[in-house]
């Protein structure tokens, strides 16, 4: 096949759909199967499915685990690691307590655990445990998402994580290839699409920075009927932080990092370490920079085809 053929074959949009389906398939495929080998866990994402590590973790958080060796696990009431562990009663549940406690005995670790809820104690129900319960440590959580398999009841699986995943690549490739024609279209083809992609700029810019707003200061509380609790909410980042000063008392202080944010809380005996969060509010404000740029990229070279054919005799 020579390279002028392949040029041609490029230009076809059949062609160019089946290869970009194709290379979403083999992202999407590389990242179910990469995940567990890079985190070294069967388990690397879990959804939050109960109240007991509020206000650090949110019911329908979906949390990233990583493997880690119990003796190098962190201990204590306010810094220590956050686990994900198998109920000793029953081990085909899993729970999601800080680690408060560990002490050496013979070759495993004897863990006691406490969820951040828990005001009062000194250990959960389950403690101490043994090490080789061990799930994993979290080391991310990622708001809203996790809602969905509560509802289907597969808070263990990964495919929630897949098909998340899968649904933003689609979506960001609709958006981004919506109205291309370019040079082949004719005149009055030309001036229609053009109005189409007005409406729809407009549309996805309404609709971006309207999610960026809620994933900064929005709070919405629905049903989850068949699951524990039968109610969920999510938050914003700032409304999260303002929840995290209403549930504690304590005083909660916000550190920013690129994609991601931490919640800390300030109480009299030091300070309580959060989890670093997935940013929806940064994601939206690249999507929105990214998305705009490209589409006044389409319109230069839209007005530009549109010369050219104004000019043909």
Do not use: C
């Not at 609790?229 to 504690?248: C, S, V």
């Not at 202080?253 to 509010?281: N, P, Q």
């Amino acid at each position: 096949m020579t390279v002028k053929s392949l040029k041609s074959l490029w230009g076809r949009e059949p062609f160019q759909t089946l290869l970009t389906y194709a290379l979403i398939f083999v992202i999407v495929l590389g990242f179910y199967f990469g995940a567990p080998l890079v985190l070294g866990t069967e388990y690397p994402a879990l959804t939050v499915a109960s109240t007991s590590m509020l206000p650090t973790l949110n019911v329908g958080d979906l949390i990233i685990v990583q493997k880690v060796d119990p003796a190098y696990i962190r201990a204590d009431r306010l810094t220590g690691d956050i686990l994900v562990f198998r109920n000793p009663r029953n081990p085909e549940e899993f729970i999601v307590h800080r680690a408060v406690k560990k002490e050496k005995v013979g070759s495993y670790y004897l863990i006691t655990t406490l969820g951040d809820y828990s005001k009062y104690g000194e250990k959960d129900q389950f403690s101490p445990w043994n090490s080789s319960l061990l799930i994993g440590k979290v080391i991310a959580r990622i708001p809203y998402i996790g809602n969905l398999p509560l509802l289907v009841h597969a808070e263990k699986d990964m495919y929630i994580l897949l098909l998340t995943t899968l649904a933003i690549l689609f979506i960001l490739m609709l958006v981004f290839s919506f109205g291309e024609g370019g040079q082949e279209d004719k005149k009055e083809e030309s001036m229609r699409k053009a109005d189409l992609q007005i409406a729809f700029f407009i549309i996805i810019n309404l609709l971006i920075v309207g999610f960026l707003v809620f994933s900064l200061f929005g709070t919405f509380t629905f049903p989850q009927p068949g699951a524990t609790p039968q109610e969920a909410t999510i938050r914003g980042m700032y409304a999260d932080l303002e929840f995290h000063k209403n549930y504690t008392g304590a005083e909660p202080f916000l550190t920013l990092g690129f994609l991601h944010y931490r919640i800390d809380l300030l109480f009299a005996e030091g300070v309580r370490l959060g989890v670093l969060t997935f940013s929806w509010a940064q994601v939206a404000i690249l999507a929105l920079i990214t998305f705009n740029a490209w589409k006044i990229i389409d319109f230069v070279r839209n007005i530009k085809a549109l010369k050219a054919i104004n000019l043909k005799p």
